[in-house]
């Protein structure tokens, strides 16, 4: 055997459990902070570590995991078209794409018959930007506080947090912040200089905050009357997580571009951006994705979508979502200050910082997330069951209450 750092040699399965961490520790770029689990297996909302415990998953994949863990059709469409075909750029026709394509846009609001396929959240969010300012030549593009778009130059700078945004400065000119589901504010940022208001129509990231109906019917009606795109970025809401497919449903929106990712394809990395009647016709060249409208993820996301439907996830996350936010609003502490959510998007802000408790869960079995320093966010898989929402319920009970 070659004389390599000893644990690359070893197949995954036979590295020591002490050495994952330690390997990561070595060479990960050290963005991420980390928590001291090494997860090696999934399925449904049941997550495992390389101890053999067991854990109730409400990160959810940060919210790609809307169809649990290794779900059999997702598992099944892969090992398919990974025997037929994986990649193929956009230069050439592909049949999984095309079956992608005009079932994504069957399923979007009336008038969006046009995508493009990305990689990701914040690749769906710059592509919409850049078309926003191709279609409608105009600059200016209005964002809301505490607003979460991703990480990549044009998305953060729409983003709203300082930490994510100030080591990176300049970002791109003629970004503007709002305060969120403030309309008054929004209407004195909106003129014919703009060319797009992007929103989330629940704040994710920003501590979970559902944008009221008036708020933001309001703001597609202001972008209407000047010439401006609404675009919406679903790339947590999507895909049944807010109880409807796509959480606009919940107000009747016509965004004219809506930004998904997530849970697109089962947990497979993807992204698109839905295109409305009002952007103009894009020309070849001004954009454009090496891996975006892959077959493998394309394949994936059929079958997402078809799971979505067969096994009626959005209402089961209504339902689910209704039983735990009750069951989280009768918990009694003088910790909690409010629960909020759509669906199984839940937030639980506490009067101190949710580190500690975020811990005391895991011991628990039960791994959340946090938004800010006081909300523990719940974004469990759209396939748990209502016992398991039973069993995080009182894990949560009893780190809020002891
Ligand atoms: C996660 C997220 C993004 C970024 O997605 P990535 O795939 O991480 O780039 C953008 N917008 C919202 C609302 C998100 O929640």
């Not at 099944?76 to 994986?86: D, G, R, S, V, Y």
């Not at 200089?193 to 944008?211: C, D, K, R, Y």
Request: aromatic share 6%; with cysteine.
């Amino acid at each position: 055997m070659k004389q390599y750092a000893k644990d690359y040699t070893l197949p995954s399965e036979q590295v020591k459990p002490m050495s994952i961490k330690t390997i990561e520790t070595q060479h990960t770029s050290g963005v991420y902070a980390k928590r001291d689990l090494t997860i090696v297996r999934g399925a449904g909302a049941t997550l495992w570590d390389d101890q053999g415990r067991e854990f109730i998953d409400c990160v959810g994949g940060q919210g790609a995991a809307n169809l649990g863990h290794t779900h059999p059709a997702i598992v099944a469409a892969l090992t398919e078209q990974a025997n037929k075909l994986i990649t193929c750029p956009e230069m050439f026709y592909n049949d999984r794409r095309a079956e992608l394509l005009s079932r994504l846009t069957s399923l979007a609001p009336k008038g969006m018959q046009r995508a493009f396929l990305t990689n990701s959240g914040t690749e769906a969010v710059e592509a919409a930007f850049k078309f926003a300012r191709f279609s409608t030549q105009r600059r200016k593009i209005i964002a809301a506080m505490r607003g979460f778009h991703g990480r990549t130059m044009g998305a953060l700078s729409a983003t709203w947090n300082k930490k994510y945004r100030q080591p990176f400065a300049p970002l791109v000119p003629d970004f503007e912040h709002v305060p969120y589901n403030n309309l008054g504010k929004l209407a004195t940022a909106v003129d014919n200089q703009t060319a797009a208001v992007v929103l989330e129509v629940v704040q994710g990231e920003g501590g979970v905050h559902p944008g009221t109906t008036e708020y933001l019917q309001g703001a597609q009606k202001l972008c209407r009357e000047h010439g401006a795109l609404l675009i919406l970025d679903e790339v947590q809401t999507g895909f049944g997580r807010t109880g409807k497919l796509f959480a606009l449903e919940h107000h009747g929106l016509r965004p004219d571009l809506l930004c998904l990712a997530k849970s697109i394809a089962g947990g497979v990395p993807m992204g698109a951006v839905l295109l409305g009647e009002r952007v103009n016709e894009l020309t070849p060249g001004i954009h454009g994705s090496t891996f975006g409208g892959n077959p493998l993820a394309a394949s994936a996301s059929l079958a997402a979508l078809e799971v979505l439907e067969t096994e009626t996830l959005p209402q089961r996350a209504a339902q689910l979502g209704d039983y735990l936010i009750n069951e989280l609003r009768s918990i009694e502490s003088p910790l909690i200050r409010e629960v909020r959510g759509l669906g199984l998007m839940v937030g639980i802000e506490i009067k101190a910082k949710v580190a500690p408790y975020l811990k005391a869960l895991t011991k628990r079995g039960v791994l959340a997330l946090p938004t800010g320093l006081t909300v523990i966010r719940l974004l469990p898989p759209l396939v748990i069951t209502r016992e398991q929402l039973a069993s995080v319920a009182s894990a949560l009970q009893e780190v809020l209450t002891e």
